[in-house]
């Protein structure tokens, strides 16, 4: 164990060891002017950003600063002005993510506190927002449960995967191995232009012609389904299925296929024992990644849902569409304040932690596939 | 010996000809069915009327229950030998499922509705059948198992259409604490959509003679199906927003010199020869006709302003990535930071404006706020996109040029960057396109009312001004609230009846708003294919 964290602290103390040493290289091989230069561009853009921070109306100065002292050394050292703003401009990618992260969860703070409960003599925080299915902001006791949500949630997204999975994957086998190449150029940037409709659009059609349509077929009292804005859903996920997919299955090494084909199969059959399998984590990658789409998905839900946030009765019945996680953002941003407000962004916590989850197990997937095929391509 | 082997082909080869017909004409019959139940579906077709002098629902379930004959003749034939096929020992397991679901459900509701025994009994009679049609596909040689238990299906369903036992005006109530019920103008087009393709399945392996050709007819045919239905829909959608909103948008339309607004181009004042009220006007009311202009304003605002903060900042950190930073745990790191990014829902987006920039700028929703947010949105494509880019540029080139004993800065910046540029170029118009239509993020950073009258379209450059006290620099039209077209859309929605006092007909107004949204939206995803085109077609050439 001793040696574990020996070796482990002998290796953070190599990289550091290293990092040091290439800084000081970096600095004897730099002019001592450029390096001012530098260090006044850090500085006032880190300046800048603590201004910006802080809600200061000074923040501009700081950042005159910046632009001016990056401007000199444009100027006169571009190629060490050039690597610093690249070096910046990457940090600052990773800032927006942790600025995110950070700033979502700090306004959820207040309602998790709110809606403490007692388990088992354990007072945990936020635990009643997922123990009882009541959201009540005007009368009380106020309660800001998030199950509806999640139920809403769970029911599109699952009729949504039903509809992209199967028909994104069949399209993409047919873009990557079936199609001939002309069909391919009409056939991809359709999917592509699919891709592009506004999600508003969609939920315009799906509140104008869908909505009063599934409620006249249903019978329902009130249009709004959990069926029909899954579908529609589905829909709008299936291009990122399709084109993710594509990717996967055309980065099987066209060896392996020749190979299978030169055995006498039909194209068919080299398709389901090679390409598939081989492509398996990719394209399972892809579904992945279209769920993701479809649990963020906001706007065609916000339109054609109801916007009551309870159960449907049975949790079964998809006729019945509440409210999911991302529509009761859109819906109460406008009137919520205080409390109501902050359960809002436990929702948009909740949301951005799922779709995070299932974008870094994609990327896991796709960079375990990546190196199983590695070798070969 | 030979001699008979040449009689044996000749026979086999006139034989084939006449089956593959009647197959054939199964895989046309199950395509006319298709048809049918999609016309049915969006109620082209009337079930309660008649087709070609027949009830629509008699038609149906005869060409049904024909198709499902036709496709249990031909296993049978196959089996004892009448037709010559190559069938494999076994229909497979993934056959044997999807025989297996449609039974399941038929079993099932059967059970538990028409007989009345209950949900517990139901399941399990429906796994039962689910039961029987699986091991009757696998069980036997391929000919039958193919054919013989979606054959009944057809059967089956054909039959029940044909007397009436589901007639078009049969419903079922699922007795739910919320009302709800399904109705033979759902389930007859449905089922017999299913029933279409799943005839259409097994004709087309008939078709190949099954084995693994007629496998993989079947399956094309479900591939082609599939990939065609995407391409159709497609179209009909666009189709179906432009029929919708040409009257709207066309409202008061004129062509003619001097009757368009004027305008100034190089400081010289024009009147446009064309007046299109909906694109050039706002919202008044004394106005002839109403239109949307600030909504368009501000939607170019916000890319203008998008596309100034994501592009520099996107493409400087994909070239600090490829070219400087080696392989490692850092460039890990940020990749998987701006994979995150990208697939972090655009409501999550507008949550963080809300709480981080709102505060910072006036403390109201403002253009500002609206520019930053859909800006980083636009950065992480933009990182992925000029990636690639960077990436398939050859490492010969920057050989090449290393060779030559320039700095690595001057490679970059006359070898990789514009090696790169049509990759960046592509993707940044296509994630143009897809922030354009973005409503979730403007909605709590940016947008302002409904109706937006045409003297508060946002002047941006006009608005600069300078002040003794920090921050320096003002510029209240940047942080005022203002409107976008996917906004303004869904304010029109939400705004229901309340719409048509301000607007005349609400809908027409409404389809409008969609339909100039689509056209800003596709055209900027036309223009990046199409340069995607034509740097593809000039590389080639090259």
């Not at chain 1, 959820?108 to 388990?119: D, G, K, L």
């Not at chain 2, 159709?232 to 927003?241: D, E, Q, S, Y």
């Not at chain 2, 890319?303 to 950190?317: D, E, R, Y």
């Given at each position: ?5 020996d070796s ?12 040091v040493?290439?800084?000081?290289r970096f600095?004897d ?23 910006f ?7 501009i100065v ?6 001016g ?5 444009w ?5 060490e002005?050039a ?8 940090v ?25 409960a ?7 925080p ?20 998030m ?26 086998l ?7 190449a002309?069909v391919?150029e009409v ?6 232009i699919?891709?592009g ?6 939920g ?14 249903f ?6 389904s ?6 529609v ?8 299925v ?21 055995m ?35 706007m ?8 009551v ?10 006729f ?34 799922t ?14 596939m ?8 | ?6 009689t044996?082909?000749?026979l086999v080869e006139?034989?084939t ?12 019959l ?22 070609f ?7 149906l ?8 004959v036709?496709?249990?003749a ?8 009448y037709?010559?096929?190559?069938p ?10 999807g ?8 079993g099932?509701s ?19 059948t ?8 696998v069980?036997?040689r391929?000919?039958l ?10 059967g ?11 007639g078009p ?15 033979a103008?759902?389930?007859i087009?449905?089922?017999?959509l ?17 084995g ?6 079947g399956?094309?045919?479900l ?9 159709a829909?497609?179209?009909i ?17 004129e062509?003619g010199?001097g ?11 024009v009147?446009?020869?064309v007046?299109v ?17 600030p ?11 998008a ?6 900042l ?8 490829t070219e400087?930073?080696d ?17 972090t ?10 709480a ?17 947010t ?10 992925i ?24 800065w001057?490679?970059i ?11 960046v170029?592509?993707g ?7 922030i ?8 709590l ?19 600069f001004?300078?002040?003794?006290a920090?921050?320096?620099?003002a ?12 906004y ?8 229901g009846v309340g ?9 027409e ?7 100039v949204?689509l ?10 294919i ?13």
């Amino acid at each position: 164990m001793a040696q574990v964290t020996d070796s482990r602290s002998g290796r953070i103390r190599n990289a550091v060891g290293e990092q040091v040493r290439r800084t000081r290289r970096f600095v004897d091989e730099t002019e001592p002017a450029a390096l001012a230069i530098i260090a006044v561009m850090a500085l006032s853009l880190f300046g800048a950003l603590v201004g910006f921070l802080a809600v200061s109306d000074w923040t501009i100065v700081p950042f005159a600063a910046f632009l001016g002292s990056s401007a000199v050394g444009w100027v006169r050292y571009q190629e060490e002005t050039a690597y610093v703003i690249a070096l910046m401009m990457t940090v600052s990618t990773i800032l927006i993510l942790g600025l995110i992260v950070v700033f979502i969860f700090r306004e959820s703070i207040p309602v998790i506190r709110y809606e403490s409960a007692t388990v088992f003599g354990i007072t945990v925080p936020g635990i009643r927002m997922f123990i009882q299915p009541e959201w009540d902001a005007v009368s009380p006791p106020i309660r800001y449960s998030m199950v509806p949500m999640i139920h809403g949630t769970v029911m599109v997204t699952l009729i949504a995967s039903a509809v992209a999975a199967p028909l994104g994957v069949s399209a993409a086998l047919f873009l990557s191995e079936i199609a001939p190449a002309t069909v391919r150029e009409v056939v991809k940037p359709g999917v592509e232009i699919l891709a592009g409709i506004p999600s508003i659009v969609y939920g315009f059609i799906g509140f104008t012609v869908l909505g009063p349509w599934a409620s006249d077929q249903f019978q329902t009292t009130g249009q709004g389904s959990y069926l029909f804005v899954g579908i529609v859903v589905g829909l709008m996920a299936l291009p990122t299925v399709v084109s993710v997919a594509e990717d996967a299955l055309s980065s099987v090494p066209e060896s392996m296929k020749s190979g299978s084909l030169a055995m006498g199969t039909t194209d068919w059959q080299t398709m389901t024992s090679i390409t598939l399998p081989a492509a398996f984590s990719g394209v399972s990658a892809a579904v992945l990644l279209g769920v993701g789409r479809a649990i963020g998905e906001t706007m065609a839900a916000t339109v054609m849902l109801r916007g009551v946030p309870r159960l449907t009765e049975p949790l079964v019945n998809v006729f019945y569409g509440q409210e999911t996680l991302t529509s009761i953002i859109a819906r109460n941003y406008g009137e919520a304040d205080g409390l109501q407000m902050d359960a809002l962004f436990v929702a948009g916590v909740i949301l951005f932690v799922t779709v995070l989850v299932i974008s870094i197990g994609a990327q896991y997937i796709e960079w375990r596939m990546h190196e199983r095929l590695g070798g070969e391509i | 010996m030979a001699g008979a082997g040449r009689t044996d082909t000749r026979l086999v080869e006139s034989e084939t000809t006449e089956t593959d017909a009647v197959a054939g004409v199964a895989v046309g019959l199950s395509a006319v069915l298709f048809a049918l139940a999609v016309a049915a579906l969006f109620e082209r077709v009337s079930l309660t009327g008649s087709l070609f002098g027949v009830p629509t629902v008699t038609l149906l379930g005869g060409l049904l229950t024909a198709l499902g004959v036709a496709v249990i003749a031909f296993g049978v034939g196959s089996r004892f030998g009448y037709v010559e096929t190559n069938p494999d020992p076994s229909a497979g397991l993934i056959a044997g499922f999807g025989a297996a679901v449609p039974w399941v459900l038929i079993g099932g509701s059967v059970a538990s509705q028409t007989l009345g025994l209950g949900v517990g009994v139901g399941a399990v009679a429906g796994v039962a059948t689910g039961a029987v049609a699986f091991a009757a596909s696998v069980l036997p040689r391929e000919d039958l198992g193919s054919t013989v238990p979606l054959g009944a299906l057809l059967g089956v369903t054909g039959l029940v259409f044909l007397t009436g036992v589901i007639g078009p005006t049969w419903v079922w109530e699922l007795g739910w604490a919320q009302q709800a019920a399904v109705t033979a103008e759902f389930l007859i087009p449905v089922s017999t959509l299913f029933s279409a393709l799943y005839g259409g399945w097994a004709s087309a392996k008939a078709y190949g003679g099954f084995g693994a050709r007629g496998r993989h007819m079947g399956a094309y045919v479900l591939v082609y199906v599939n990939a065609l239905s995407i391409v159709a829909f497609l179209f009909i959608l666009v189709a179906f927003v432009v029929v919708q909103g040409i009257p709207g948008l066309l409202n008061g339309t004129e062509f003619g010199f001097g009757t368009g607004p004027t305008t100034s181009v190089f400081g010289v004042s024009v009147a446009l020869p064309v007046s299109v009220p909906f694109l050039m006007n706002g919202v008044a009311l004394f106005n002839d006709f109403q239109g949307v202009l600030p909504a368009i304003v501000g939607t170019v605002w916000l890319v203008v302003g998008a596309v100034v903060l994501a592009v520099p900042l996107g493409v400087g950190a994909a070239l600090f990535l490829t070219e400087y930073a080696d392989r490692g745990r850092f460039t890990q790191v940020v990749e998987v930071a701006t994979n995150g990014l990208w697939s972090t829902p655009s409501i999550v987006f507008g949550l963080f404006g809300f709480a981080f920039l709102i505060p910072r700028f006036g403390n109201g929703k403002s253009l500002l706020s609206g520019m930053i947010t859909l800006g980083f949105m636009l950065l992480p494509l933009v990182v992925i996109t000029s990636r690639e880019a960077m990436l398939s540029v050859p490492d010969e080139y920057r050989d090449a040029s290393a060779a030559l004993g320039v700095s690595k800065w001057q490679t970059i910046r006359s070898v990789v960057l514009p090696a790169a540029l049509p990759g960046v170029v592509t993707g940044v118009i296509l994630g143009v396109g897809r922030i354009a239509g973005e409503t979730a993020p403007i909605l709590l950073t940016m947008a302002g009312g409904t109706f937006v009258p045409g003297s508060q379209t946002a002047d941006v450059i006009g608005g600069f001004q300078f002040t003794s006290a920090p921050p320096f620099v003002a510029n209240p039209e940047l942080l005022q609230a203002t409107s976008a077209l996917p906004y303004q859309l869904y304010a029109l929605i939400t705004a229901g009846v309340g719409a048509s006092s301000n607007v005349g007909n609400a809908d027409e107004f409404r389809w409008a708003t969609a339909l100039v949204l689509l056209v800003v939206v596709l055209s900027f995803y036309a223009i990046g294919i199409a340069t995607r085109y034509y740097f593809r077609r000039r590389l080639k050439h090259t």
